[in-house]
């Protein structure tokens, strides 16, 4: 069975109530998502709330999901807009993260520059787009995947995304 077909026997399970389906559906992209979140909310504190209203947003109404092969996009949507309303609710924007929290972020990864700067770059973006960097880069999001969660057509992430992508190059160069 590969890992779709695992998938979505999870996500079935998971309708009909079993919480230890969902538990390990989640569990695929808990890492991904508290990254997100941190990177949007700005402090682990935060962003450990915002992943965890959003995970149980999608375990209430994971029956009104139609199309299995888009839990990923869903649940990051879910996240997505909890953290963009809990920010609204303290009327501010994400903080600019720690060095280390942009460490943890990148995870086991080999990249080569400095935290500092690379902090500084995604910060001169303009939203979403350095959202979808991360999500594209770090969580391995398909374009298509970001449009779901974006509610944007899969043509304009993509634009947004070498547009970013040349922007940091020139600010990192």
């Known amino acids: 069975m590969d ?3 695992n998938n979505t026997l ?3 399970r998971s309708k009909q109530g ?3 389906a969902f538990s390990q559906l ?3 992209y808990a890492t991904d998502m508290f990254r997100f979140a941190m990177y949007m909310m700005g402090t682990r504190e935060d962003a450990e709330d915002a992943v965890q209203e959003a995970v149980f947003s999608a ?3 994971i029956h009104t999901l139609k199309d299995t092969t888009l839990f990923k ?3 990051f949507k879910i996240l997505s807009n909890r953290c ?3 920010l609204m609710k303290k009327n501010k924007l994400p903080d600019i993260l720690p060095v280390e929290d942009y460490e943890f972020m990148l ?3 080999d990249f080569s520059f400095d935290s500092a700067e690379l902090k500084e770059a995604l910060a001169s973006l303009t939203p979403p787009d350095g959202q979808i960097i991360l999500l594209s880069v770090i969580g391995g999001f398909k374009s298509d995947e970001l449009a779901e969660i974006y509610s944007m057509p899969a043509a304009t992430i993509r634009s947004r995304q070498k547009r970013a992508l040349e922007k940091l190059k020139a600010i990192l160069s």
């Open 18 to 20: 079993d919480t230890r």
């Open 107 to 109: 995870g086991d990864e």
């Open 10 to 12: 999870l996500i079935e």
């Open 26 to 28: 989640y569990s695929l």
């Open 84 to 86: 963009k309303t809990d």
């Open 59 to 61: 375990w209430r109404n």
């Open 73 to 75: 996009a869903w649940i």
């Open 3 to 5: 890992i779709t077909d």
